[in-house]
């Protein structure tokens, strides 16, 4: 799955928006196995191990660089 589309699930998934703000990311694949007791913090700190990416929470809105 890209990126891009990752963060389209995980945006459903824990009902949060999350946007993107770095386009040399978005269409990086991974395969990825989430339980579902991981809060949102828990699986973009996972993925901030593979790739570097800067999360960053404004309000509602969870923002990635």
Known sequence: ???SELLKKLS???NQP???MNDEIKNQRF???IRNKQSLTEVLAAISK???INI???NDT???K
């Open 1 to 3: 799955i890209e990126f």
């Open 12 to 14: 459903r998934t824990y």
């Open 18 to 20: 999350i946007l993107l």
């Open 31 to 33: 395969s990825i196995s």
């Open 50 to 52: 593979t790739i570097p």
């Open 56 to 58: 960053k929470n404004e």
């Open 62 to 64: 969870t923002k990635i």
